[in-house]
């Protein structure tokens, strides 16, 4: 079936969609931004116009798209890099690299990468995934008990006997109530209710109603209106590491966004266009990396909801950012309130979805190589570094798979230097043979 264009014919279930997709949505979108270290506002941002533009553009008609937590690990990377070394430009140049991802993922659709974005070996996939799971997790524990988000993974963990020795009873019991809300809450009332935004709402109520004067670190009033435009700025000395971060947000988000149109096409019964969307996610980030929001790309939780509530073209995608850009302009005062310690608690179920558990299991009983590689990058990942891990797993992936060749291919290879009746030699290769009394060796090469 060819991609639905954008058409009024199934409004009513695109409404649905659309609406229930923003709904939920819009606590991860809050999450995102300020575990990135760039303000809440920037998820709200990356939600609208990678939503938007990527709806518009791209090839899967139900697809919802926004920051998603691999994405936002990858920003916060280069946010924390980059604002280290150039405290009055960082911010700026980040951006930067959130547009050189879009433009990246805008010439793989045009060369029609498409269909090979999505081959890079699944060991070095789940293992990145892992990775990133791990990470959100770990930099979320500071946060949940009531103490300052870590920089990156070895702080937190170094400080960890800190958190637990002087945790904030009130924002541990907040994040530990979240959590028990995400976890709990019964998947059939996920449609009416998304766990996420009922843990927001319950938990924020219960800070401002019964905790007011609670020392509880809160989000405070994001800003309104249009955003600030961000114009591209490049440093010469940086200029190799942000092509390489924008290298890797267009890789991971192509990946992701793929991903993601693969089970939208499994349960809407439709064939996307992988080099359409390629084209579709580039203009979204692009654009968000101009207007000043976190890169984005399919997201596969907001997708199936999207479905599930009657979303089937991409209209759907459109109202879900036209939601919360109005949520935009008239909510700042309403997320003034909410605690950081229930974001995080948000944050560490999504954590926890993205790490590949069913693999992590499995994966010594498949092969010792695959798991060796997958807990590799996994490693590199969590403790060394994005882009090194992926680079790091393909190319010992790619060395053990032509390793494997070369040993069927050598399997195949058979010596004869006297005629035997095992091979299947005609008469005039065995007479040759016999006369040559050794003196000749015969390779017969076998494959596929």
């Not at 654009?287 to 991409?314: E, S, Y």
């Amino acid at each position: 079936m060819r991609v639905n264009p954008l058409h009024l014919g199934n409004l009513r279930g695109d409404l649905f969609g659309g609406v229930t997709a923003a709904v939920v949505a819009l606590p991860l979108a809050l999450a995102f931004g300020v575990s990135s270290g760039a303000g809440a506002i920037t998820g709200l941002y990356g939600a609208v116009f990678v939503g938007l533009f990527a709806a518009l553009f791209g090839g899967t008609p139900a697809q919802i798209s926004g920051p998603t937590g691999p994405m936002t690990v990858v920003m916060t990377t280069v946010f924390t890099a980059l604002l280290a070394k150039h405290p009055d430009t960082g911010l700026n140049m980040a951006f930067t690299v959130v547009m050189l991802g879009g433009i990246f993922q805008i010439l793989f659709g045009v060369l029609r990468l498409g269909k090979y974005i999505t081959m890079i070996p699944y060991t070095v996939i789940s293992g990145f995934m892992s990775g990133i799971g791990a990470i959100i997790v770990l930099l979320q524990i500071g946060p949940l008990l009531g103490h300052q988000a870590s920089g990156n993974v070895l702080d937190s963990l170094s400080s960890l006997p800190d958190f637990l020795s002087n945790l904030n009873p009130t924002a541990t019991g907040l994040g530990l109530l979240t959590l028990a809300i995400v976890f709990l809450w019964p998947p059939m009332l996920t449609r009416v209710v998304p766990s996420p935004l009922l843990a927001l709402i319950v938990c924020t109520l219960i800070a401002v109603v019964l905790l007011p004067d609670s020392d509880l670190r809160l989000i405070g009033e994001i800003p309104t209106g249009l955003p600030t435009l961000r114009l591209p700025l490049i440093s010469p000395g940086e200029l190799k590491d942000m092509i390489g971060y924008g290298l890797m947000l267009a890789t991971l988000g192509s990946i992701d966004s793929l991903l993601t149109s693969l089970v939208a096409d499994n349960i809407t019964r439709t064939n996307h266009d992988s080099d359409r969307e390629l084209i579709g996610q580039g203009l979204g980030n692009l654009i968000a990396g101009f207007l000043g929001g976190l890169p984005g790309a399919g997201a596969t939780m907001r997708t199936v909801i999207n479905v599930q509530a009657g979303g089937k073209t991409p209209l759907s995608g459109i109202i879900h950012a036209l939601v919360l850009m109005a949520i935009v302009f008239g909510a700042g005062s309403l997320t003034a309130n909410i605690p950081h310690a229930v974001l995080a608690g948000i944050l560490i179920k999504v954590g926890i979805d993205i790490i590949d558990w069913g693999f992590l299991k499995r994966a010594h009983r498949i092969s010792l190589k695959a798991a060796a590689i997958m807990y590799g990058v996994m490693f590199l990942t969590v403790f060394v570094d994005l882009i090194a891990a992926v680079a790091v797993g393909v190319f010992v992936a790619n060395i053990l798979t032509i390793t494997t060749l070369s040993d069927i291919q050598a399997d195949k290879v058979k010596a004869i230097d006297a005629p035997t009746d095992e091979m299947s030699l005609n008469y005039e290769e065995k007479e040759i043979l016999k006369l040559a009394g050794g003196r000749i060796l015969l390779l017969r090469l076998g494959g596929r």
